[in-house]
């Protein structure tokens, strides 16, 4: 049986270290689950991964044994957001943070399938957050990304670049959510070779007009 990479198949899977991108995103599906706090610190974003993970594998399972089609599963990836964007490249205040952890799943998991492999999942051992999951589509259109690799807290001068420099130089202005993609597992790999996607929504800037 074939199995399906996602990540080789779709473009915005990939990024380069040092170089910002212009990029297309295609709508896509994934699981999710929501929070607030410092991931470092706050019980919510452990309970939420413990929660995610059973369901991405028992899916992926699932696929395979009813569909015949087997696929990777996906990175973890994370959309970030706080009342003041400054949080994120000259505070760093992390405890200011919103965020929703995500899987992406292939379009033909449905809910049916989705409500199933919950069940499954709970019957063994139910994780705190089961009940948070969700599966929800998102189109996240043209974005800016790079590809960064290094501590999570050494990002702050890379977006600050992409934010202040990249984005207004190409007549773009932001839209939407702070997107992170952890092609790395964090529980694996040091954090010195972490590998990760910064992405940001964009549209283009309206001229202002002149008086």
């Given at each position: ?33 929501d929070g ?53 490249t000259a ?27 919950a069940e ?92």
């Amino acid at each position: 049986m074939q199995k399906t990479d996602f990540k080789k198949e779709i473009d915005a899977y990939r990024a380069g270290k040092g170089r910002y991108e212009i990029v297309d995103v295609p709508e896509l599906q994934y699981l999710m689950i929501d929070g607030h706090g410092d991931p470092n610190t706050s019980p919510a974003f452990a309970e939420a991964t413990e929660a995610l993970y059973p369901m991405a594998y028992k899916l992926k399972f699932a696929s395979k044994q009813t569909l015949g089609r087997d696929y990777v599963v996906m990175p973890l990836e994370g959309l970030w957001w706080a009342t003041d964007m400054e949080a994120f490249t000259a505070s760093r205040d992390k405890s200011r943070w919103d965020w929703t952890l995500m899987i992406m799943v292939p379009d033909w998991i449905g809910e049916t399938m989705f409500a199933k492999a919950a069940e499954q999942v709970a019957a063994k051992a139910r994780p705190r957050r089961l009940g948070d999951v969700r599966l929800e589509r998102l189109a996240e259109g043209t974005c800016v990304q790079t590809l960064h690799v290094g501590y999570y807290d050494a990002e702050a001068d890379v977006l600050a670049q992409m934010h202040d420099r990249f984005i207004p130089d190409h007549g773009l202005r932001m839209v939407g959510k702070h997107h992170e993609i952890y092609l790395s597992d964090f529980r694996k790999v040091p954090p010195e070779r972490l590998r990760t996607i910064l992405r940001q929504p964009v549209a283009r800037d309206t001229p202002r007009s002149r008086v």
